[in-house]
């Protein structure tokens, strides 16, 4: 009878994933089939802590599984003590064993699945042993971390008491109340801190001293709040209304807190540039001394951002140096200098930026300096010519030519809103960029001043003369405003009556003109279109409309129509008044003729034609032509050339040569047939002949042949007359020359009769 059951007498296992033949499952039947030595006490607690790991049968003793259940020898089992004897289990006991045996193992299956599945994950070695000694460590690990945070946690909670305890606990001193705002406690090189309005008035009220530094602070911050707020809502439509509110302000006193506000608000909004630059070329006429300031700060700022590599502090200096210019407050050499420097020695920032400032002022210094522009174009092609930069900057110089080209369209000087200055008010401040320059940096600080009353009362004075005595007038004439606005309402009311209403807007003129076009599109003839428009209603002087409209509608045909023709042959039959007209609108029209395209020209020289042919323009109108080379242009020679074949179609060579022939009037056709030079004569002839006229012109060749003869004419008396005079003097001289021939003979017998 055995003293004990082995595990390996267990009935079978259930069916598990894995196969039960492995080398792992071996090891682990062997191993509970072997008798295993009785756990020591260390190995008990180890056990214990482990949470159990390796679940036994609850009723399995170490000791039974030692062979025969002999205790283990070399153990004292206390002396007298007789060996105790395993006792022999019953059937049901066994049949509970197995049950419990067999629980047991599968839960040692399940618990080794789980295992290798961690183990798996883990990489770590399949054995068992390996596993076990990973286990112990870790559990090693978890319980000193384990006594770490409780010492920790009791430490905390110790100090925690410690700091609670009221025997430890420090009284804190109560803090003392705020002081009261006083203008000698505001901080700061310029103040810190925000005062509203109201109580910024209320305190310089209270201050009984104006003269004192506290009320010296207090006007400062006001001035310094004002010119701040109203630089900052200048624009191009209120500039005319900021600029008297600014001067109501001391800019004597605060003219580097304007400057310093200008060069800020310029640099937050470069693109209001030349808003603040006509602001400062208007403070500029009545203090030069800041604009001289505001230049020398902008000069700086951009010798330092130059310095530095600062590209965006540096296109906003340029920019508003390029405005500068523009309003005439910097000399063009400023501009002219900074381009040289920056086109010295070209990279890609620095050709960008020439280019940039070139276009703002490119239109001021083509007026003012076109040889020195014509030299910095000259060192941008140069430039380009190298191709060492890059190519967007290369198609930005392109791109700058191209507008020189188009002279600087689209880019003007001074927007017409904002010329608010005549070039002979302006000062003008040259400065270099290498002088040694003073930014007056303390104009922007606080400093007392002992003499604040009498400055103030003189900018007073200052002011009512640049304002004028608008301010003195609204403050002395308020008392007697009621009074004057009841003697102005009455005045109103008689001038109203006395108004008489005229329309500026040529609304009836150009009714007028509208009605004029549609009676003359639409009739089927000229006398139906004559009969309408003589029932228009016409006032003195606006017949001349009438004739501009009907000449305007003959030269938009495409093809002459001689409806236009008869219409106004019609209208100058009729009236004398149109006829002046018609010659005054020919004058006018020959006057303009270049204008005029060419089939333009066209019908409006066959319009005149028929006039003239009909005899309803007169004639002495071809005095306003004068045929020389130099009095004539292509498109009135066209003009004339159309006009006089028109003629000879309507009245034939013939009967055109008699009209030009006529005794009177010839000093109306002298222009046309000049006799005045041989070279005007010429190009008459030549001209007629070259449109086929030349039958017109018999009496100017006559005329051209006997044109020597008569200046021989002309010339014989004057030779006759310079013959006389020539007579004259040669007698003169041949009795002088007796006279003295005589003498000589006289003096040469005297000399012989003394010998």
Not at 6 to 14: D, K
Not at 427 to 448: G, K, W
Not at 684 to 700: R, V
Not at 733 to 747: A, P
């Amino acid at each position: 009878m055995a003293a004990s059951v082995s595990p390996a007498a267990s009935p079978p296992r259930r069916h598990r994933r894995h196969d039960d033949d492995s080398p792992r499952h071996r090891d682990d039947r062997k191993r509970r089939a072997s008798p295993s030595p009785s756990p020591s006490p260390s190995d008990r607690d180890a056990d214990r802590h482990r949470g159990k790991s390796r679940a036994s049968p609850p009723d399995f003793n170490p000791a039974e599984s030692n062979g025969g259940g002999a205790p283990k020898p070399g153990r004292d089992n206390g002396g007298d003590r007789s060996p105790r004897r395993a006792r022999v289990p019953d059937a049901d006991a066994e049949e509970g064993g197995r049950r419990r045996r067999r629980r047991s193992a599968d839960s040692d299956d399940e618990r080794g699945d789980r295992d290798r599945h961690r183990r798996r994950h883990r990489r770590r070695s399949p054995s068992s042993e390996s596993s076990d000694g990973g286990r112990s460590r870790r559990h090693r690990r978890d319980e000193s971390s384990r006594r770490q945070r409780d010492e920790r946690r009791r430490d905390r909670g110790g100090r925690e008491e410690r700091r609670r305890s009221p025997d430890r606990k420090e009284p804190t001193p109560p803090l003392p109340p705020p002081p009261p705002l006083l203008p000698e406690m505001i901080p700061g090189r310029t103040g810190g801190i925000y005062i509203p309005p109201f109580r910024m008035a209320q305190m310089m009220r209270e201050v009984e001293d104006k003269s004192s530094p506290e009320y010296q602070r207090l006007s400062w911050d006001a001035l310094k709040k004002s010119i701040n707020g109203l630089v900052n809502k200048v624009n191009a439509t209120n500039i005319k209304n900021i600029v008297p509110e600014l001067f109501a302000e001391n800019l004597v006193r605060g003219r580097g807190l304007f400057c310093q506000s200008c060069i800020k608000s310029q640099m937050a909004s470069p693109g209001f540039t030349d808003v603040f630059a006509a602001l400062v070329a208007v403070v500029n006429t009545k203090f030069p001394e800041i604009g001289r300031l505001l230049l020398v700060r902008v000069v700086l700022q951009l010798k330092r951002a130059y310095k530095r590599n600062d590209k965006p502090q540096l296109l906003a200096a340029t920019k508003f140096i390029a405005h500068l210019v523009n309003q005439v407050v910097a000399h063009e050499l400023v501009a002219l200098e900074l381009l040289t420097v920056l086109l010295e020695n070209p990279t890609d920032d620095s050709v960008e930026v020439a280019v940039g400032f070139v276009k703002e002022c490119g239109a001021m210094l083509q007026d003012l300096s076109p040889q020195g522009l014509h030299a910095i174009f000259e060192r941008f092609r140069g430039i380009l010519h190298e191709g060492e930069i890059d190519k967007r900057v290369q198609f930005l110089i392109e791109g700058l030519f191209a507008i020189r080209k188009a002279k600087f369209q689209g880019f003007p000087a001074i927007r017409p809103e904002l010329d608010l200055v005549e070039q002979e008010d302006q000062f003008t401040h040259e400065i270099s960029l290498e002088d040694e320059l003073d930014p007056e940096t303390n104009l922007n600080v606080f400093r007392a001043n002992p003499n604040f009353a009498e400055d103030e009362k003189a900018y007073e004075n200052l002011k009512r003369s640049i304002l004028g005595a608008e301010s003195s007038d609204d403050e002395e004439g308020s008392d007697d405003a009621s009074d004057e606005d009841a003697e102005e309402e009455s005045d109103d009311e008689e001038d109203e009556e006395q108004m008489e209403i005229r329309d500026q807007t040529e609304t009836n003129l150009i009714n007028l003109r509208r009605t004029i076009y549609l009676t003359i599109m639409s009739s089927v003839d000229f006398e139906e279109a004559g009969h309408k428009l003589l029932k228009i209603k016409l006032e003195p002087g606006q017949e001349m409309e009438l004739c501009i409209m009907l000449l305007e509608c003959c030269s938009q045909e495409r093809t002459y129509l001689r409806y236009y023709g008869l219409l106004g042959q019609r209208f100058c039959m009729i009236n004398k008044v149109y006829q002046e007209n018609f010659e005054k609108c020919f004058v006018q029209q020959y006057s303009m003729i270049h204008r005029l395209e060419t089939n333009k020209l066209r019908n409006v020289a066959k319009f005149f034609a028929h006039l003239l042919g009909t005899d309803a323009l007169p004639w002495h109108v071809l005095a306003y032509i004068r045929l020389t080379e130099e009095d004539t242009t292509s498109s009135s020679r066209i003009f004339i050339k159309i006009l006089f074949q028109e003629l000879s179609e309507h009245l034939g060579i013939r009967l055109l040569n008699e009209k030009l022939n006529d005794p009177n009037m010839q000093d109306s056709f002298d222009s046309i047939f000049p006799k005045d030079h041989p070279k005007n004569t010429r190009f008459s002839i030549n001209f007629f002949t070259s449109i086929g006229l030349g039958g017109i012109t018999e009496t100017l060749r006559e005329y051209l042949k006997n044109m020597p003869r008569l200046i021989m004419q002309q010339q014989k008396p004057a030779s006759s007359e310079s013959g006389s005079s020539d007579s004259g003097s040669a007698s003169d001289s041949s009795s002088s020359e007796s006279e003295s021939s005589s003498d000589e003979s006289d003096k040469k017998r005297s000399k012989r009769r003394k010998r």
